[in-house]
């Protein structure tokens, strides 16, 4: 019999009950993730409604590909790019993402520095304001960790526009920082 903390159940254990079905053990492990997970939903979105829409999803996926998770690399950062993917996806099926800049936003290699000295948590507010575009290559790059290249790969377009979406989100948080300051 297991214990009824939840913290003392291995996560091995956790994974191997939930692909034999055992929805006690999914529940938990859906319990676990949750948390940590809709923040990633919210960030690309700009309403809980539609977060808890792709956790919901996203959470459908990650048990039905249980079974895929090899135990190379850490379980929270495979249930993120799952969870990841599926926003994108969200994004991408309900037109809520284009990938179209004006020729004024080129990357000029010129802005300051002002992101490089304050935290997420510190910007995450500003960052939900920005476009749609704008706020999901933000988050892929400067959170998620993907590069320019990956991400025109992902969302289907190409690298410059993501260097310049990102350019043109960095601009934005910086006039929103100033105006705060």
Same mark, same amino acid.
């Given at each position: 019999?297991?214990?009824?903390?939840?913290?003392?159940?291995?996560?091995?254990?956790?994974?191997?009950?939930?692909?034999?079905?055992?929805?006690?053990?999914?529940?938990?492990?859906?319990?676990?993730?949750?948390? *940590?997970?809709?923040?990633?939903?919210?960030?690309?979105?700009?309403?809980?409604?539609?977060?808890?829409?792709?956790?919901?999803?996203?959470?459908?996926?990650?048990?039905?590909?249980?079974?895929?998770?090899?135990?190379?690399?850490?379980?929270?950062?495979?249930?993120?790019?799952?969870?990841?993917?599926?926003?994108?996806?969200?994004?991408?099926?309900?037109?809520?993402?284009?990938?179209?800049?004006?020729?004024?936003?080129?990357?000029?290699?010129?802005?300051?520095? *002002?992101?490089?000295? *304050?935290?997420?948590?510190?910007?995450?507010?500003?960052?939900?304001?920005?476009?749609?575009?704008?706020?999901?290559?933000?988050?892929?790059?400067?959170?998620?960790?993907?590069?320019?290249?990956?991400?025109?790969?992902?969302?289907?377009?190409?690298?410059?526009?993501?260097?310049?979406?990102?350019?043109?989100?960095?601009?934005?948080?910086?006039?929103?920082?100033?105006?705060?300051?």
């Amino acid at each position: 019999m297991l214990p009824g903390n939840n913290n003392a159940i291995p996560l091995t254990l956790m994974i191997s009950e939930s692909l034999l079905g055992n929805t006690r053990m999914q529940k938990i492990l859906y319990q676990q993730f949750a948390g *940590i997970m809709y923040s990633v939903c919210f960030g690309y979105v700009k309403n809980k409604a539609d977060a808890e829409d792709i956790l919901q999803e996203g959470f459908l996926k990650i048990f039905k590909n249980l079974d895929r998770f090899r135990h190379e690399g850490s379980f929270e950062g495979w249930i993120r790019k799952i969870i990841t993917r599926t926003a994108l996806i969200y994004l991408r099926d309900n037109k809520k993402f284009t990938c179209h800049i004006p020729l004024e936003y080129s990357i000029t290699g010129k802005e300051s520095n *002002i992101l490089d000295t *304050i935290g997420e948590k510190e910007i995450r507010g500003i960052i939900t304001k920005l476009p749609t575009g704008c706020k999901t290559i933000f988050i892929m790059y400067a959170i998620e960790g993907y590069n320019h290249r990956q991400i025109a790969e992902i969302l289907g377009c190409t690298e410059s526009t993501s260097k310049s979406q990102f350019y043109r989100s960095r601009r934005k948080i910086q006039k929103s920082l100033m105006q705060n300051a």
